[in-house]
Nanobody
């Protein structure tokens, strides 16, 4: 059973930074993608940043230039460094891993950008 546990969310002022972490446990034999999604109140969940199976990183237009996705394979941990945060970045952020058969999600971590 795959488990994903996010941490690092919180309240930050506009222009501030946060780093989210996602620790993965369990066995996944064929990863299609791994990344971060977010869902704001009243909106659909959207992709923020992810790694493809070939290790290429993709970003939503809203994240380009401000967010950086990275990973530490030795620690089974995925990160999202978020800089220059804006109020519109306020959302619950979810870690996701997809294999050919399943999509695994963490419980989410709240990010609130407000003065």
């Amino acid at each position: 059973q795959v488990q994903l546990v996010e941490s690092g969310g919180g309240l930050v002022q506009p222009g501030g930074s946060l780093r989210l972490s996602c620790v993965a446990s369990g066995s996944i034999f064929s990863i299609r993608s791994m990344g971060w999604y977010r869902q704001a109140p009243g909106k659909q969940r959207e992709m923020v940043a992810l790694f493809t199976s070939s290790g290429i990183s993709n970003y939503a237009d809203s994240a380009k230039g401000r967010f950086t996705i990275s990973r530490d394979n030795a620690k089974n941990t995925l990160y999202l460094q978020m800089n220059s945060l804006k109020p519109e970045d306020t959302a619950v952020y979810y870690c996701n891993i997809q294999d050919p058969w399943n999509a695994y999600w963490g419980q989410g971590t709240q990010v609130t950008v407000s003065s």
